[in-house]
């Protein structure tokens, strides 16, 4: 997926989405999930995600966990907690294998985005390997204060909101920085050009075809 362009790695990310909306089937939704990791494993970034992607299944589960007592059918429930890992996998999958400068590149030249608007869309998911980073730096911090996390999942999914207060300060303090870099670099203030590389080639186009097959085949079989 690093050899594809930018935009078409996008739109996989968007894609995907948009078939784990139309599908139901805990099953396909699962193959779907396994496909995803296969292609984060090709990457060589399951192993840097695993803990990540551990807390996520906790949190799928509990978002499946809470929807039963409400007579919610439990392939429902299911199907519920995987979209969640499919869509949020996604995005990952997407960050792993494309650089944020080339995809930024690619949505205004090629999409005409204003480069302002693409700018923000691009550094939100920039945000989310740091979160993904400082989320491990709070726990670790949290051990070395004393904090003994508890081998029971139900305790250990409740143990992760002691990590939103913390995650949110760090957020608006990195937000505050990031406004004030930009205003003393004059963000917006000049016409911007782009080095990188990202046209389409042959195998971005063969991808493209795919991706509509498989949608029109998902749209037909739901």
């Known amino acids: 997926m690093k050899s594809l362009?930018?935009?078409?790695?996008?739109?996989l990310m968007i894609m995907v989405s948009i078939w784990t909306v139309l599908l139901w089937d805990p099953a396909l939704l699962a193959i779907l999930l396994a496909l995803e990791l296969?292609?984060?494993?090709?990457?060589?970034?399951?192993?840097k995600l695993a803990k990540a992607l551990f807390g996520l299944f906790m949190v799928a589960m509990f978002f499946a966990a809470i929807q039963l007592p409400f007579d919610v059918a439990v392939a429902t429930a299911v199907a519920?907690?995987?979209?969640?890992?499919?869509?949020?996998?996604?995005?990952?999958?997407?960050?792993?294998?494309?650089?944020?400068?080339?995809?930024?590149?690619?949505?205004?030249?090629?999409?005409?985005?204003?480069?302002?608007?693409?700018?923000?869309?691009?550094?939100?998911?920039?945000?989310?390997p740091d979160?993904?980073?400082?989320?491990?730096?709070?726990?670790?911090?949290?051990?070395?204060?004393?904090?003994?996390?508890?081998?029971?999942?139900?305790?250990?999914?409740?143990?992760?909101?002691?990590?939103?207060?913390?995650?949110?300060?760090?957020?608006?303090?990195?937000?505050?920085?990031m406004a004030m870099s930009l205003e003393l670099r004059g963000?917006?203030?000049?016409?911007?050009?782009?080095?990188q590389q990202i046209a389409f080639q042959t195998r971005d186009y063969l991808m493209v075809?795919?991706?509509a097959l498989v949608t029109a085949a998902v749209i037909v079989c739901r």
């Open 5 to 11: 362009a930018p935009l078409c790695n996008l739109l």
């Open 38 to 47: 296969g292609l984060l494993a090709v990457a060589g970034q399951l192993g």
């Open 80 to 128: 519920s907690g995987l979209k969640m890992m499919v869509m949020t996998v996604a995005v990952l999958l997407m960050l792993a294998t494309t650089r944020l400068p080339s995809l930024t590149a690619a949505l205004v030249r090629q999409v005409r985005i204003p480069y302002e608007y693409a700018f923000m869309f691009t550094s939100a998911l920039r945000f989310m």
């Open 131 to 177: 979160f993904i980073a400082e989320s491990h730096a709070v726990r670790e911090a949290q051990v070395c204060r004393g904090y003994v996390h508890s081998k029971n999942p139900l305790k250990r999914i409740v143990a992760y909101a002691a990590l939103v207060e913390p995650m949110v300060l760090r957020a608006i303090t990195r937000s505050d920085t």
């Open 187 to 195: 963000f917006g203030s000049v016409n911007r050009t782009f080095s």
């Open 209 to 211: 075809g795919f991706l």
